[in-house]
């Protein structure tokens, strides 16, 4: 398929132009540093929440029935999968602190 000057062409299922200006080039290297910062931050997260279950002595098992009281419906299993990948929703995050009832989270602290 040969593209037109200006005409929007697919990458990996995003919109894009096919001819670009100098002044996006700025936007794309930071979203790609930011892109490159986000596993790290991840990891933190995770390294975060395993910490303080360690600290509560709360095991992914009692955790998994404390997030079901709070309406997650994960096992110990799913919860094992989450944190050694580091990927998990924010929603997962915050319930985890509820369910493990810390008073409030410092971002500093992750």
Not at 60 to 80: D, V
Request: hydrophobic share 40%; aromatic share 8%.
């Amino acid at each position: 398929m040969i593209q037109k000057r200006g005409q929007d062409s697919t990458f990996r299922g995003g919109r894009t132009n096919a001819i670009s200006n100098g002044n996006q080039n700025a936007g794309f290297v930071g979203a790609i540093a930011f892109a490159l910062a986000i596993p790290k931050k991840n990891e933190r997260v995770a390294a975060f929440l395993k910490h303080k279950l360690k600290d509560t002595e709360v095991t992914y098992a009692e955790l998994a029935k404390r997030l079901r009281n709070h309406g997650l419906k994960e096992m110990k299993a799913s919860i094992t999968n989450k944190l050694a990948r580091g990927t998990f929703p924010g929603t997962f995050f915050l319930t985890c602190v509820a369910a493990l009832e810390l008073e409030g989270v410092a971002l500093e602290e992750i």
